[in-house]
């Protein structure tokens, strides 16, 4: 555990330039970010569903200061750059936005994430100025840390009932006018649409998440789209929690031990 946050955070943006897309697995507690860092990853990120999760929760159901404290057991645990979903920041205002992103410097992330998700059923995604003001925000607030930070923008637009690609496209355009690092849309459903998307953000690096059955593509395919940056999401977690549950179901109805034979 060598690495100073400053080296963490040059390490992150480095590997955004590469020639090739990174891998960012998201591990749900200090364990498995220590195993995914023996793997040999070079970054990890939170997921807001895991941080839930290992909570007995859903998604969206923990405060900024759960959040910030399951990443930072993570960031202490590795000695690889961590990035945190921030969800909406926990809070509508942009100035409570800038106030997380601080915090989440804070605790040595060396990148995080501000979705435009409202949180709100009735109106399940912010308008669009409203959205773009609280990113910019964020930004300011990142670029004025001691260390850099790289700030990605999420549209939530197709896990969030509004499946329009158009709509997609000027937000994430718009956020990255507003001085977002790396633009995300999680839920995009086929290459094509990647493949468009990626066209349209004049080279700023995008976050392709894979988690979604008939939704996620590999490495490859994703690379050759133009994707610079892909995650997991809760999927490693879920893999994890089924192992979990065939096992038990076998001791609980069987009596026998056959999964020790898979460990």
């Not at 979903?85 to 601080?102: H, K, M, S, W, Y």
């Not at 996620?216 to 089924?242: D, N, Q």
Request: charged share 20%; aromatic share 6%; glycine share 10%.
């Amino acid at each position: 555990m060598n690495s100073t946050p400053q080296d963490k955070a040059g390490r992150f943006r480095a590997l955004h330039q590469g020639p090739r897309a990174i891998v960012i697995p998201n591990p749900w507690d200090a364990g498995s970010a220590k195993a995914l860092e023996k793997v040999g990853f070079a970054a990890l990120a939170t997921s807001s569903g895991n941080a839930a999760m290992v909570l007995g929760r859903r998604d969206g159901q923990i405060t900024r200061d759960e959040a910030l404290a399951h990443a930072k057991a993570i960031v202490e645990a590795v000695d690889i750059p961590v990035a945190g979903d921030l969800e909406n920041g926990f809070g509508d205002a942009p100035e409570f936005v800038a106030e997380t992103i601080r915090l989440a410097g804070g605790i040595g992330l060396a990148g995080g994430s501000i979705e435009d998700a409202s949180g709100d059923r009735e109106r399940p995604l912010y308008a669009l100025a409203q959205a773009t003001e609280r990113i910019a925000a964020a930004v300011e607030a990142a670029r004025a840390l001691p260390v850099p930070f790289i700030l990605t923008a999420r549209c939530e637009n197709f896990i969030r009932g509004n499946p329009d690609l158009d709509d997609t496209i000027r937000r994430l355009q718009a956020y990255a006018a507003a001085g977002a690092d790396v633009l995300f849309a999680p839920g995009l459903p086929t290459l094509d649409a990647v493949r468009t998307v990626c066209a349209a953000l004049d080279g700023k690096p995008f976050n392709f998440m894979v988690g979604i059955k008939g939704k996620s593509f590999s490495v490859a395919e994703l690379e050759a789209a133009g994707v610079r940056r892909i995650s997991l999401a809760t999927s490693l977690y879920r893999r994890a929690m089924a192992a979990l549950n065939k096992a038990a179901l076998e001791v609980h109805g069987q009596g026998t031990f056959g999964y020790l034979d898979e460990m």
